[in-house]
C-alpha cells in the first residue's frame, strides 16, 4: 500500500481485536479540527477527537481527514487487506519448458481493481508492464483475474528469463506491488569425465542444473537419441563400467517429467586396437594368370589403422610381401602363377595390432587364351620328293620360361605329341633352328612323299599347365614326279 499524503496518518495501538485509532500529524494544528472517519470507505464518525476505538478485524480498512481536507485523506491502515501472496517464493524450471507462478492478492473490498500487471524493473519512478516489453510478445500470458488470482505463465523459457518477477496491482484508491518472486532457468547439462578412454575403462556420467529443481524423481540416460535400456536412476550419477567399443556414441540425460527437454549431447570416443581384421579379393572369381588383382585389408580401430603388413605363405612359413607398402592394398599389376599361394595382413594401430584369417589364391592357365598363339608362315606348302623345305613359326606366352620346344605330326599312345627329333623315319634329315623366345624354324631335308602331313609345334613353360599347341598346323604335300605335256602343233 502506497501512502497518498505526508503529515497526516492512523496509528493503531491496543489489544488483539479491539483497537484505538489515531489520526496524527506531523505539527500540531494551530485551528481545532474536526476528524472524519471512515471504515472500508464509508464516513462513521465525525469528532473533534482525534481517537477513534473499535472491533479491528482483518478485512476492515481505516482511514481519516481532516474536514475541509477531505481529499487528502491519511494512508488506509489494515491488518491484510492490502496483500500478494504466492505460492512458491523461489522456483527453479527447465530451459524451454513453461512455468506458471501461481498468485492471489487481496484489497479493500470497496476499492475496484483499475490494472493488473507483472513487471521485473522500474522505469523512471514506474514499473514497466510486461507485456509491453520487447521480447516478452507471445511470450508470457497473464491467467489471473481483475478480483484475485494474478497467475502468470511464461512458456518457451529462455535463460535470459532468469529474474525476480512482482505483481502490483492499481485500484481506485491506492496500488500496491507484492515482494518478488525469484525465479532461476536452467540447462540440463551432462558431463563426461573422462570424454575419451581406452576399452576396459569406466566413464562417468552426471545430470547436473544450476538450480534444485522440485521434484526431482528420476533420471533417464540416452544414447545417440535413444534410451540406455534399464538405465533409469534416481541418483544424477550413471556410470559406464569397463566401456568397450560398441560404447562409443552420443550421450544425453534428461530428468523425469521433462524428457522432451534432453541436455545437450556429449561424445564419448573410445579408443580400441583393430577387430574383425580381413581380406578381400578384387576382382572376385577365378584369377587368371597375367591379370590384375588387388588384395583388400579391412579393421576397425580407432585411432585409425596407421600400418598394415602383408604376408605370404612360403614353404610353411610366411614371409612379408610389403616392401615399402604400408597401405591397406597389395596390387599385383600381371600376377603369375607362383603368386598362388596363402596370404594374410595385419594391422596396427598405436594401440595393438590385429591379423586377418589366411586366404588361399590360387592362380590359374587358361590355354589358347591370355598371351598364348602360334603363327605359321606359310600355312600350306607344296614341294618336290628329294628337296629341302623350311617350316616356320612364331609364338607367344603369358608368362614364364620356355623349356620345351619341338614339332611332330601325330600323338602318341599317352595321347601326348611325339617330337619329330625322336622319329627314326626322320633321323639325319631334320634340323631345329631359333630360341626359346618367340619364333622356330624346321628344316626338312630330302624330302619324301610319305613326308606329307600336318605339322604342328608345342612349347612348354615353366609353370604348372605351362603348355600349347598351335592347331591347326602347317600343310606338307611332297609330290614325287614333274610330268611333261606337250602337244605337237601341225604345220599347215
Keep these: 500500500m502506497e501512502p497518498q499524503t505526508e503529515g497526516l496518518q492512523v496509528k493503531v495501538t491496543g489489544g488483539h481485536q479491539d483497537k484505538t485509532l489515531t489520526c496524527i500529524t506531523t505539527c500540531t494544528l494551530t485551528d481545532k479540527p474536526t476528524y472524519i472517519w471512515s471504515k472500508n470507505g464509508h464516513k462513521v464518525k465525525e469528532d473533534p477527537s482525534s481517537l477513534y476505538s473499535d472491533s479491528f478485524s482483518d478485512a476492515d480498512n481505516y482511514s481519516c481527514a481532516v474536514k475541509g481536507h477531505e481529499n487528502l485523506p491519511a494512508p ?75 497467475t502468470l505463465r511464461i512458456t518457451d523459457l529462455r535463460l535470459s528469463d532468469s529474474a525476480g518477477y512482482r505483481f502490483r496491482f492499481i485500484t481506485s484508491g491506492d496500488r500496491f506491488s507484492g515482494s518478488p518472486v525469484s525465479l532461476t532457468v536452467t540447462d540440463v547439462v551432462l558431463e563426461m569425465d573422462p570424454t575419451s578412454v581406452s576399452e576396459g575403462e569406466n566413464v562417468t556420467l552426471t545430470c547436473r542444473t544450476n538450480c534444485t529443481l522440485d521434484p526431482i524423481t528420476a533420471y533417464s540416460w540416452y ?75 579391412s579393421s576397425d580401430s580407432n585411432p585409425p589403422v596407421d600400418k598394415y603388413t602383408w604376408y605370404k605363405n612360403n614353404a610353411g612359413h610366411y614371409q612379408s610381401i610389403s616392401n615399402q607398402n604400408t ?23 598405436e594401440i595393438q595390432t590385429g591379423r586377418s584369417e589366411s586366404i588361399n589364391m590360387d592362380v590359374k592357365l587358361v590355354l589358347g587364351q591370355d598371351g598364348w598363339s602360334v603363327t605359321y608362315t606359310p600355312q600350306s606348302i607344296c ?85 600349347y599347341i598351335g592347331s591347326p598346323g602347317v600343310t606338307l604335300s611332297v609330290t614325287g614326279t614333274v610330268t611333261f605335256k606337250a602337244k605337237l602343233l601341225n604345220s599347215i
Excluded at 492490502?82 to 506458471?100: A, F, M, N
Excluded at 514497466?128 to 497473464?142: A, F, Q, R, W
Excluded at 602363377?337 to 595382413?345: A, H, I, R, V
Aim: with cysteine.
Design 223 to 297: 544414447k545417440n537419441g535413444q534410451p540406455i535400456p534399464n538405465s533409469n536412476t534416481y541418483s544424477p550419477v550413471y556410470i559406464l563400467f569397463t566401456v568397450s567399443s560398441e560404447d562409443t556414441g552420443r550421450y544425453s540425460c534428461a530428468v523425469e517429467g521433462h524428457e522432451d527437454l534432453p541436455s545437450a549431447e556429449v561424445t564419448l570416443t573410445v579408443r580400441y586396437g583393430p577387430k574383425n581384421t580381413s581380406v578381400s579379393v578384387s576382382p572376385s572369381g577365378e584369377i587368371v594368370e597375367g591379370s590384375s588383382v588387388t588384395l583388400t585389408c
Design 327 to 349: 597401405g591397406p592394398q597389395h596390387v599385383f599389376n600381371h600376377i603369375k602363377s607362383s603368386d598362388t599361394g596363402e596370404y594374410y595382413c595385419e594391422a596396427r594401430n
Design 383 to 467: 614341294t618336290l620328293k628329294g628337296s629341302t623345305v623350311d617350316l616356320s613359326c612364331s609364338y607367344t606366352y603369358p608368362s614364364g620360361t620356355v623349356t620345351t620346344t619341338f614339332w611332330f605330326t601325330e600323338l602318341g599312345t599317352g595321347k601326348e605329341p611325339e617330337d619329330l627329333g625322336q622319329d627314326p623315319e626322320y633321323a639325319g634329315r631334320l634340323e631345329y633352328h631359333g630360341d626359346k623366345k618367340n619364333g622356330q624354324r624346321l628344316k626338312i631335308t630330302d624330302l619324301r612323299e610319305s613326308d606329307s602331313a600336318e605339322y604342328k609345334f608345342r612349347l612348354l613353360t615353366d609353370h604348372e599347365g605351362g603348355k
Design 76 to 150: 488506509a491502515v489494515c491488518k491484510k487487506c492490502w496483500r500478494v501472496t504466492y505460492t512458491h517464493q523461489s522456483i527453479c524450471t527447465l530451459k524451454g519448458s513453461t512455468v506458471d507462478i501461481s498468485c492471489s492478492y487481496t484489497y479493500p473490498s470497496y476499492h475496484d481493481i483499475k490494472q493488473a500487471f507483472w513487471f521485473t524493473k522500474w522505469s523512471g519512478m514506474d514499473t514497466e508492464d510486461l507485456s509491453s516489453v520487447p521480447g516478452y510478445e507471445g511470450h508470457i500470458e497473464y491467467l489471473g483475474d481483475k478480483k484475485s488470482d494474478c
